[in-house]
């Protein structure tokens, strides 16, 4: 099983704390496992370069291509970010700005639609579940087969004043969430939001000349 995993943040918090219990419970060797932190790549600048010449065209590639290419390779992705006023971090929503060429509406990679994708999230008070939901939706424009959402209510600022409780009760919600994954990895399929919304693009991509780029991507995937 490989694994892709992207923080939303480079502080090693609560977030950070969670994700890696969850990876424990998932027992992969360390060598299947692709680490990220998305704080050094520049924002998008909106020049729509990736959508209509394509993604080498963009500005801030080079930051981000090995990334995206561990992501394509992966089995699992999974995806955090602490809540940063009921929201994920700036920094990873500059990289999704970057992933929009991705999106079914555009380019959405093949192998997507049989990866399993986690969203986690935690906060000390409130937002996390609405974090997870967000990260999770991006999952699904990126045509990911399966989305699973771990939110976490802390109540602290830091994971070593978080409760024994709280951590044990977190405990038990990874080694459950990891036996799912475990139980779905290689039977993923695509669910009825995600067949309609490949439909309706399809036509979309029949009818509009829009984006040649998009409509020649999709010529060649045999989509339409």
């Given at each position: 099983?490989?694994?892709?995993?992207?923080?939303?943040?480079?502080?090693?918090?609560?977030?950070?704390?969670?994700?890696?219990?969850?990876?424990?419970?998932?027992?992969?060797?360390?060598?299947?496992?692709?680490?990220?932190?998305?704080?050094?790549?520049?924002?998008?600048?909106?020049?729509?370069?990736?959508?209509?010449?394509?993604?080498?065209?963009?500005?801030?590639?080079?930051?981000?291509?090995?990334?995206?290419?561990?992501?394509?390779?992966?089995?699992?992705?999974?995806?955090?970010?602490?809540?940063?006023?009921?929201?994920?971090?700036?920094?990873?929503?500059?990289?999704?700005?970057?992933?929009?060429?991705?999106?079914?509406?555009?380019?959405?990679?093949?192998?997507?639609?049989?990866?399993?994708?986690?969203?986690?999230?935690?906060?000390?008070g409130a937002g996390a579940r609405k974090t997870t939901k967000m990260i999770?939706?991006?999952?699904?424009?990126?045509?990911?087969?399966?989305?699973?959402?771990?939110?976490?209510?802390?109540?602290?600022?830091?994971?070593?004043q978080v409760s024994e409780k709280i951590k044990a009760k977190t405990e038990?919600?990874?080694?459950?969430?990891?036996?799912?994954?475990?139980?779905?990895?290689?039977?993923?399929?695509?669910?009825?939001?995600?067949?309609?919304?490949?439909?309706?693009?399809?036509?979309?991509?029949?009818?509009?000349?829009?984006?040649?780029?998009?409509?020649?991507?999709?010529?060649?995937?045999?989509?339409?």
């Amino acid at each position: 099983m490989k694994i892709a995993v992207i923080h939303g943040q480079s502080h090693k918090g609560s977030t950070y704390h969670i994700t890696h219990m969850l990876l424990d419970h998932l027992n992969c060797a360390k060598e299947e496992i692709s680490e990220f932190y998305v704080n050094g790549i520049g924002s998008c600048v909106g020049c729509y370069q990736c959508i209509m010449k394509g993604e080498d065209t963009c500005p801030h590639r080079s930051q981000i291509g090995t990334l995206i290419a561990a992501l394509e390779e992966s089995d699992v992705i999974i995806i955090d970010s602490p809540t940063y006023v009921l929201s994920m971090s700036g920094q990873l929503k500059t990289f999704f700005d970057h992933m929009g060429y991705r999106y079914i509406s555009h380019r959405p990679h093949p192998s997507m639609k049989g990866k399993i994708g986690v969203a986690i999230s935690t906060t000390a008070g409130a937002g996390a579940r609405k974090t997870t939901k967000m990260i999770a939706s991006q999952m699904f424009w990126w045509s990911v087969g399966k989305t699973y959402q771990l939110p976490v209510t802390v109540a602290a600022m830091s994971w070593n004043q978080v409760s024994e409780k709280i951590k044990a009760k977190t405990e038990q919600r990874t080694a459950r969430l990891a036996k799912a994954v475990q139980h779905k990895l290689g039977y993923v399929r695509p669910g009825i939001k995600a067949r309609f919304m490949f439909f309706i693009m399809k036509q979309v991509h029949k009818g509009m000349d829009y984006s040649p780029l998009d409509m020649e991507y999709w010529k060649i995937q045999g989509w339409i």
